[in-house]
């Protein structure tokens, strides 16, 4: 885990992501559990990768380590993506031109609407009885 590694931070939702990444074997940590273990569910693991696909590198040359905290499964993976493609840049700035092609340099900005008074949730409101 030594020697020069870039970083980048993503966020998505109420998550945040902060990704580095180093000269290594391969390895993928995320929170203390390899890639596959942290994220089950079927399309996250090859979500997170796009940024590998995108700019042509071989994941086995890099070690990356992810802390991620906060959110849900989603808010989670796309703010590792977002992390993954904004550590590439700053290894290598002629890399911004093909991430962004690829979409993975735009943060996701929807959050969640606050709840307005006297409704259930931000829109749904209570059932309307006419006696």
Known sequence: M??????GVGRRK???????????DGKFIV????????????G??????????????????YDVTVLVNGGGVTGQTTAVQL????????MNPDYVTLLRRENLLTRD????????PGLKRARK???YTKR
């Open 109 to 116: 900005p929807r959050v969640k609407e606050r709840k307005k």
């Open 14 to 24: 109420e998550s945040t992501a902060r990704v580095r990444i180093m000269q290594g």
């Open 44 to 61: 996250d693991a090859e979500a997170i990768m796009a940024p590998f696909g995108a700019v042509g590198e071989n994941q086995v040359q």
């Open 31 to 42: 929170n203390d559990k390899s890639l596959n273990d942290y994220f089950t569910r079927l």
């Open 2 to 7: 030594s020697g020069q590694y870039y970083e």
């Open 83 to 90: 992390g993954l493609a904004r550590a590439f840049t700053k």
């Open 125 to 127: 409101a209570p059932t």
